[in-house]
């Protein structure tokens, strides 16, 4: 009697199923689009904690609708062969103020609470919060030793403000200035692979 993984069916199955995932794991290292979608390999940690080294990320390339909070994908402005994913903060219109790590978005704070602390070293003290704004929340580390140089402004017409989550190591709209639409490739979805750890496979990163 065959055993359940000695069936005929097994054998056309996995290496079907295996086969499909190297082929997906080599688009998301070059960002190809698949019937609406992109996958994208993350390579730093300026996303943590959200998105962690090594994860493979959905991307839907479908939608126009980006607002606070939505992840996205979008090519360097500084450098367009380079493709990026950061979070955004300011959508067109938006007065923004960022001092003392702490934001303030059109006269309204974003409020923060701490949910734990994860390195605390000499040269670094990594604090993790979360961050709220209306009925949107998620989570981001500090670096309590290290400074933050204060902005404001309001974000032009067709153009995005983004951080990274891991904010005080994160090259961003900080270093980038703003992200025109027309660089934007989609919004993130999901972590549909991690190769450093595979419970964060089906992470939901949408907001909305």
Same mark, same amino acid.
């Given at each position: ?14 290496p079907i199923v295996w086969s499909s995932l190297i082929y997906s794991l080599a688009l998301a290292d070059f ?31 479908? *939608?126009?609708?980006?607002? /606070?909070? !939505? ?5 360097? #402005?500084?450098?367009?062969? &380079? ?52 009925? *949107?929340?998620?989570?981001? /580390?500090? !670096? ?5 140089? #204060?902005?404001?402004?309001? &974000? ?53």
């Open positions: 009697m065959l055993k359940k993984y000695n069936r005929w069916y097994v054998y056309v199955v996995y960002g190809r689009s698949i019937l609406g979608f992109e996958a994208f390999r993350i390579p730093t940690g300026s996303m943590m904690p959200t998105l962690m080294i090594g994860d493979y990320v959905t991307v839907d390339t479908r *939608t126009t609708n980006r607002g /606070f909070g !939505d992840v996205v994908v979008f090519d360097n #402005p500084k450098q367009p062969s &380079v493709t990026l994913m950061k979070r955004i903060i300011g959508v067109p219109g938006d007065q923004i103020i960022y001092r003392d790590k702490k934001l303030v978005i059109n006269e309204n704070e974003v409020t923060y609470k701490k949910t734990r602390d994860v390195d605390t070293f000499s040269n670094v003290s990594i604090i993790e919060f979360l961050e709220e704004f209306g009925e *949107t929340n998620y989570k981001v /580390f500090h !670096d309590l030793l290290k400074e933050s140089e #204060p902005i404001e402004f309001t &974000v032009p017409d067709g153009q995005y403000f983004v951080l990274g989550d891991n904010r005080d190591h994160s090259r961003d709209s900080r270093y980038l200035g703003f992200i025109p639409a027309e660089n934007i490739h989609g919004v993130a979805t999901y972590v549909w692979f991690s190769w450093e750890d595979l419970s964060r496979m089906g992470f939901n990163i949408k907001v909305r």
